[in-house]
């Protein structure tokens, strides 16, 4: 009844959803889920017509009516609630002022031709109303206001005597009323007590057509739900069952995926295994070729965050000289130990410079010279225009204040940044509610790394230097900390171990190697791929050539599958098209005959009036099996178009 095809939205440089797509039809319970400012109401604007789409296309079936329940803004006029549920739609006042329109065209129509086609369109408008007088009763509106909670004396109350919460009731009452194909529900049962949840929840169980609904309770969703669309961060996901065998399915899903990307990095552990021990023997130079490309061809596997992209903001830092800072002729030594020897260095404004290279080739060396914590031997160390630093290592674990609390730490260091404000930051460093009053001395490590990386990006510094920030934090926190250095508007330069981190930040990578700092202008992939590291370092984010061969055979499926499809319902809709000119020209044939019935006189004898009333009849019996037929074929259509969505 309602497809969606491929829609997109975003707002500015936020998406919300994109390619989405799904079939709503008869008992489909559809729960839209997702995190707050996902796009659910979105979505459900989109498909009521009352926004549209960046991209993608929304099809109803025809005649197919929607009813929408918004969360707000309902508006009624001063009635009595009774009267406000039955009174009749807009769509029923058109088709009534469109059957008193061609009863007046009738009487002054002389045209056989046009008469019958407005024979024909008065007698689907009267079937129309008839069976909507017949399925709309006053007894039925009571019924569905007493389900919502109201009591017979709140029937013959005004609209505006009742609050918010139960106008949104009356609002809901008089679209069940309705008996719409789709119903489209935004948090309905926000205001809804015990009882009347219970109600609603038999009520749409026992719905005929298609419903979608978002709503907070779970108890809810999962007694209603037939199907779940969840909006995830990164993905649309369209799934049948509730909304726990969501949960369990996500879960499943999760493990096996994290499950396959260890197999996958125990396996490239294997193969680089013979690729380092055989790489310099000429003899295997071919093996060795072989493997280091069947690892290149490894799909890449994208684990799902766990935690949601946080939305806050930083003092936005001064604006330094392009030139950030300098290193000229640096000379450092431990004693006879010579780390660098007449080193140059620039790192420019914007860079987020990734150090790399193996344990002990003086990474936290140089780093701690450009952050100014660590003396040199002789060489010249220069801060460029309008630059201020700051400095994370572990040390400042130990500096923090044990006897402060957490906002307290804050507050030393922000100025006059008002409270809610230092709340809204500390919340995207996963300290909420009264998290915030915890004294440091009872903080775990990781905690007190995610207060001292929180303090540090507060002070408007325009250059960052960072030494293991990810170390003592778990995986949510290193996704906190990820989301932070990517909105950082300043100049960075950071150790780090976790290569996601890395991949996902840096847009200049410098290795250190033999005492000097080699440049290499762009991401970690690109790094990767001119060092020929790339199939080292990429372990745990990919799938073998195994499974991507088998993956090659699913889709060769799948398409033959789908193609199948198509053809059968191309074959079903060429014959439904047929169906159709044949119901045209038999209502027609029809449609003449009642003219000559309306008005016997044309009829030259009695017998002619008996030939057509046979001819008649039989009309009448072609055109009501071509209407199962249609009716039968489009079922099959739905079913199939639903089965390929």
């Not at 080292?536 to 073998?544: A, C, F, L, T």
């Amino acid at each position: 009844m309602l497809n969606a095809n491929n829609l997109s939205k975003g707002y500015g440089n936020e998406i919300l959803f994109s390619n989405l797509s799904l079939n709503a039809t008869h008992g489909d319970r559809i729960a839209l889920i997702g995190a707050n400012g996902s796009g659910k109401s979105t979505l459900l604007d989109i498909l009521s017509g009352e926004n549209t789409a960046d991209s993608g296309q929304v099809i109803l079936k025809r005649n197919c009516r929607i009813a929408y329940l918004k969360q707000e803004n309902f508006q009624f006029v001063s009635k009595q609630l009774l009267q406000v549920v039955i009174e009749e739609p807009d769509e029923i006042k058109k088709l009534e002022q469109e059957l008193a329109d061609i009863h007046n065209s009738l009487s002054n129509e002389t045209n056989d031709q046009k008469q019958s086609i407005l024979l024909d369109r008065m007698e689907k408008i009267d079937a129309h109303l008839e069976t909507y007088r017949q399925n709309n009763t006053e007894h039925e509106a009571k019924a569905i206001l007493s389900g919502l909670g109201f009591k017979e004396d709140d029937f013959s109350k005004l609209i505006n005597e009742f609050s918010g919460g139960w106008i949104m009731r009356a609002y809901l009452s008089k679209i069940l009323f309705s008996k719409p194909d789709v119903l489209l529900l935004d948090e309905p049962t926000n205001h809804l007590d015990l009882e009347a949840n219970l109600w609603f929840e038999e009520y749409l169980m026992n719905f005929k057509g298609a419903v979608l609904v978002t709503s907070h309770d779970r108890a809810f969703l999962n007694s209603v739900a037939t199907m779940v669309l969840a909006i995830e961060e990164e993905q649309v996901i369209l799934q049948k069952g509730n909304y726990d065998e969501y949960l369990i399915s996500k879960e499943q899903s999760l493990k096996t995926k994290q499950a396959t990307a260890k197999r996958m990095e125990k396996q490239i552990k294997k193969q680089m295994k013979f690729v380092e021990r055989f790489r310099s023997k000429a003899t295997k130079a071919r093996q060795v070729q072989s493997r280091l490309k069947s690892l290149e061809k490894m799909e890449k596997i994208d684990l799902p965050r766990t935690t949601k992209r946080v939305k806050y903001s930083f003092p936005e830092p001064p604006r330094s000289g392009q030139e950030v800072i300098k290193l000229e002729n640096i000379n450092k030594s431990y004693g006879e130990n010579v780390v660098y020897q007449e080193v140059d260095l620039v790192l420019n404004r914007g860079d987020k410079v990734a150090l790399v290279g193996v344990n002990g080739a003086g990474k936290s060396t140089i780093l701690k010279i450009l952050a100014g914590a660590l003396d040199f031997d002789s060489g010249n160390r220069q801060l460029g225009h309008n630059v201020t630093t700051g400095y994370y290592a572990q040390h400042l674990l130990e500096l923090l204040n044990p006897k402060n609390k957490i906002i307290q730490e804050l507050e030393e260091v922000s100025g006059t940044t008002s409270e809610g404000i230092l709340r809204n930051i500390l919340g995207g460093f996963l300290f909420t509610g009264d998290d915030i009053y915890k004294t440091i001395s009872v903080l775990s490590g990781g905690e007190k790394a995610r207060v001292a990386l929180a303090k540090l990006m507060i002070q408007s510094n325009n250059l960052l230097f960072m030494d293991e920030p990810t170390n003592h934090l778990d995986i949510a926190s290193r996704e906190v900390l990820t989301d932070a250095l990517t909105d950082y508007n300043g100049t960075l330069c950071f150790i780090t171990h976790d290569r996601t981190l890395i991949h996902q930040i840096a847009n200049k990578i410098i290795k250190v190697e033999n005492g000097e700092p080699v440049v290499y202008p762009g991401d970690y992939s690109s790094y990767l791929s001119i060092t020929n590291n790339k199939v080292i370092e990429q372990k745990s984010v990919h799938i073998s050539e195994e499974v991507d061969k088998s993956s090659k055979e699913k889709r060769i499926q799948e398409r033959q599958e789908r193609k199948n499809s198509e053809n059968k319902l191309r074959k079903l809709n060429k014959r439904i098209r047929t169906i159709e000119s044949e119901l045209a020209n038999i209502n027609s044939e029809i449609n003449k005959i009642e003219s000559f019935f309306i008005n016997p006189k044309k009829f030259e004898d009695p017998d002619q009036m008996a030939d057509f009333g046979i001819k008649f009849k039989s009309l009448q019996n072609q055109s009501k099996e071509l209407e199962q037929e249609w009716e039968q074929l489009s079922s099959l259509v739905e079913e199939n178009t639903s089965e390929n969505h």
